[in-house]
């Protein structure tokens, strides 16, 4: 899986927001706030991964329990599926 091209991080702030860039911009449902291991999973995702190297790649940068990790990315990477932003 990789995140799709046609979009953008930006910080605001704060806070970080992934951004479509194509005929859906002014559609705000589309746009995606995330938090800082948020962005690390986006920067992650710029090339190719399998959820199971991105865990692995998780694990090794934060101390958290594996299963509340994959239960958590695994809710980030669906939502970022519903908003159109992951290419599997």
Request: net charge negative; hydrophobic share 40%; charged share 30%.
């Amino acid at each position: 899986m990789k995140i799709k091209n046609n979009n953008i991080l930006k910080q605001i702030g704060n806070d970080y927001v992934i951004i479509p860039l194509d005929d859906t911009t002014s559609d705000l449902d589309k746009v995606f706030k995330i938090n800082k291991v948020g962005v690390e999973i986006y920067n992650l995702l710029q090339e190719d991964i399998t959820f199971n190297a991105l865990i692995d790649k998780l694990l090794e940068l934060y101390s958290v329990d594996k299963d509340v990790l994959i239960s958590d990315v695994d809710k980030f990477i669906n939502k970022l599926k519903d908003k159109g932003l992951l290419d599997v």
